[in-house]
């Protein structure tokens, strides 16, 4: 028996860590096999991950080889094999899709030849995906259940799971088996853009329509329409110009996609549900830049898989760190399924050149990977090949200088107990999906408002809550009944918000929770059907406003006036409501309160967007609540987090790259100073000591007293650049 269990993968008797090696053994000789998996069990790493391409073991005659006849790269049984004897333990990522820098992204010719096979946009065009530095062919996005690629694939997939079916743990080393690489439709969020495939719409988007409705006259209610017959519907091709009238249908087709992409899924567990013995199975969510939640909801149980994330280069510190606290809120194990430790070039050399990867990169990327949640991380192409650099080894297996600091963090997670350690989170941020989707239509006609409130509004006040050193876990709108841990929780609102969302909303701030609504109140359901179950409750209406003003506050710390965009005035009929903020004459901001709890609302833009006004404004409002951090750092463009279990303290330093947690630019070593407050996390001990488990282990520690810690201590750091200090009862 094996499963997801405590931050780890538990084997029977046997828990291990998901630090899990990226090893291509088509790209990397099988000379050099044995070489790299030495290396790898001499940095502590139990766990290898492989992508397998079809384009490679499906030849164009639809001939399929997994034991190298003809080519020696196509020999994964004996990769296997090798895996198997010394002890690893195997993740298979077979695809479909399997990006990996590869031509077609492992998709054979002779499927996307076949124009059956092939997603179309809103034009009927081909969608072209796009290519990974020297990789000239990158491919047609695939329509993910149409007829004719789901032949093909079942063909493949089936002789796949024929030559792998032996290496299942426990007769052998693959423990789980990645299902596609994070489909997502190509990251295309524009609802134009996929999927307009003919053969595929015949076969699905009626039946979802139908289930989805319980008739036509459902239908025809929500769509203000006339339909006669389904047959009569066509899918939405033009989303300009959203208004209440249109929305529901414009939803609709985001829901379709989602629930395309569940039906890819469950045609994907079929096949491997063939298999003696069950794997795990990994699948990978697609985040948005500005994306709070994963974009599509996909629709699996969580808790025996692994479930996890893409992170890349190109992705702002922000944008990890808001991944990380979703997943270690909403998933068993919070996983990154792909984290590069090098960095993709055309020619690797003229890149190691011009931008090589440094030790102080190396340290922030995983600092801002273990400091905001992650428990397990696939580290992406850990040896180099001809359009890669900066790998902990080389191609042949040679250690590189990114290699003794990987070896130092592996071997660091047992002595910090990294399963184990937790963050004092007092705060939720909670995403909206359907605002989300809504944020990605051209041109609204109403509710323009959300995109400023989806792609700024609530991303600001997470790198706010990062600027006051206040840790936060992200959460889904959807699971708001599990939010009765924390003591504030922050929620975006619009016009239209689900009745069981705003019913949740009101039990949360009955709960004992305070809850800080953004926004313009609900007066809408989901469907467009009238609904004021807030707005009730609070006694209060809001008038769209969609401008800026002067806002006047008062808490009971802080008396502060800003600029600010302004979403919605309020009127209230509540004589115990407490006014907290108004834009001239206008009232834009209430709270109800009772003895532990209170229900606040504001009409405008909390964020600070970098104004010290404001972020004075917002640590005033979450001091009145009761919220306050065991931890300053006199720079507040260097992020601090602690982690801690009974015995055991993490403190997690980055510092970003310019601009991310600041408006100044910052390009050279910087000296600050720290204080963690070890007792109000209640870690009470006199003295200790600070190891940097970033630093060689002969590194001496710092020694000094709680009390000392708590008074400040010096430290330097360059951008980017991380440190994390281990501190353990004595």
């Known amino acids: 028996m094996f499963e997801i269990s405590q931050n780890k993968i538990s084997l029977g008797k046997e828990d291990i860590y998901a630090f899990a090696a990226e090893l291509h053994y088509f790209r990397l000789e099988k000379r050099y096999w044995s070489i790299c998996f030495e290396r790898l069990k001499r940095a502590g790493i139990r ?21 190298g006849y003809d080519d020696p790269r196509k020999d994964l049984t004996v990769f296997l094999e090798l895996a198997r004897e010394l002890g690893f333990k195997v993740i298979l990522r ?63 997939y089936k002789a796949f799971v024929d030559a792998t079916r032996n290496y299942i743990h426990p007769r052998g080393p693959v423990v789980i088996i990645e299902i596609d690489d994070s489909p997502s439709f190509g990251g295309l969020t524009d609802p134009a853009a996929s999927d307009y495939n003919a053969d595929m719409l015949t076969r699905e988007f009626n039946p979802f329509l139908m289930g989805r409705y319980e008739g036509l006259k459902e239908l ?41 992409i569940r039906r890819y899924f469950e045609s994907l567990s079929s096949i491997y549900d063939s298999y003696t013995v069950q794997p795990l199975y990994s699948r990978s969510k697609f985040f948005t830049q500005k994306g709070l939640i994963p974009f599509y909801d996909v629709g699996y149980s969580d808790e025996q898989n692994l479930s996890g994330c893409e992170i890349s280069y190109q992705d702002s ?63 992406k192409m850990f040896a180099d090949h001809n359009h890669w650099y900066g790998a902990p080894l080389k191609s042949d297996g040679s250690v590189t200088p990114g290699y003794e600091f990987v070896k130092r963090i592996v071997e ?57 050193k206040l840790d936060y876990d992200v959460r889904e709108s959807g699971s708001i009944e599990k939010l009765t841990k924390y003591r504030l929780v922050i929620i975006p609102s619009a016009e239209f918000m689900a009745e069981s969302e705003q019913q949740a909303i009101i039990d949360l701030y009955k709960a004992g929770v305070s809850v800080a609504v953004i926004g313009v109140l609900p007066k809408l359901d989901e469907n467009m059907s009238s609904c004021t179950l807030l707005s009730n409750f609070l006694k209060t209406k809001s008038t769209l406003m969609n401008s800026i003003d002067t806002i006047a ?178």
């Open 317 to 379: 510190y922000s944008e990890v760190i808001r991944r990380g606290r979703y997943l270690r809120g909403e998933t068993s194990l919070p996983w990154s399924s792909a984290y590069p430790f090098g960095r993709a070039a055309e020619d690797p050399k003229l890149g190691e050149s011009l931008q090589p990867i440094t030790d102080g990169e190396r340290r922030f990327m995983l600092a801002s990977a273990l400091g905001s949640g992650f428990k397990g991380i696939d580290m």
């Open 47 to 67: 766990l290898i991950s492989t992508p397998v391409p079809w384009n490679l073991h499906q030849d164009k005659s639809r001939n399929i080889d997994f034991l």
């Open 94 to 156: 077979p695809g479909p899709y399997i990006g990996a820098d590869w031509p077609n992204g492992g998709t054979p010719e002779f499927v996307t030849s076949d124009l059956r096979s092939l997603a179309r946009d809103h034009n009927g065009d081909e969608i072209p995906l796009t290519g990974a530095p020297g990789i000239k062919k990158a491919g047609y996005l695939a329509s993910y259940m149409s007829p004719a690629f789901q032949n093909s694939l079942k063909h493949y």
């Open 553 to 730: 506050t008062k808490t009971k710390f802080a008396s502060v006036d800003f600029p600010a965009h302004v979403f919605s005035a309020l009127k209230t009929s509540d004589t115990r409501a407490k006014k907290i903020a108004h834009a001239g004459k206008s009232l834009v901001g209430v709270a109800a309160s009772k003895q532990d709890s209170t229900l606040n609302f504001f009409g405008f833009d909390i964020a600070s967007g970098f104004d010290h006004h404001k972020l004075t404004f917002l640590e005033s409002f979450l001091a009145e609540e009761g919220i306050k951090s065991a931890v300053y750092c006199s720079d507040p463009m260097i992020d601090v987090t602690v982690h801690s279990s009974a015995k055991k303290v993490v403190i997690f330093l980055t510092a970003p790259p310019a601009g991310e947690l600041g408006d100044r630019v910052e390009t050279q070593d910087k000296e600050f100073f720290m204080r963690v407050d070890l007792k109000q996390i209640g870690f009470e001990t006199p003295s200790i000591k600070m190891v940097d488990l970033f630093e060689p282990e002969e590194t001496p520690p710092l020694k000094l007293t709680s009390a000392a810690l708590a008074t400040g201590l010096h430290l330097r750091l360059s951008y980017p650049d991380g440190k994390v200090f281990f501190i353990e009862k004595r």
């Open 412 to 468: 660091s997670a047992e002595r910090m107990g990294l399963d184990e350690l937790a963050p004092d989170s007092q705060v939720a941020v909670v995403g909206n999906r359907l605002y989300q989707w809504f944020s990605q239509l051209p041109n609204p006609k109403d509710f323009e408002y959300i995109q400023r409130l989806v792609n700024d509004s609530i991303p600001g006040i997470c790198r706010d809550l990062s600027r006051l």
């Open 220 to 260: 025809n209610s929500a769509y203000k329409t006339k339909f006669k017959d389904y047959d009569e519907i066509e899918p939405l091709r033009e989303f300009e110009h959203a208004d209440q009238k249109s929305l529901p249908r414009m939803l609709d087709w985001f829901r379709f996609k989602e629930h395309l």
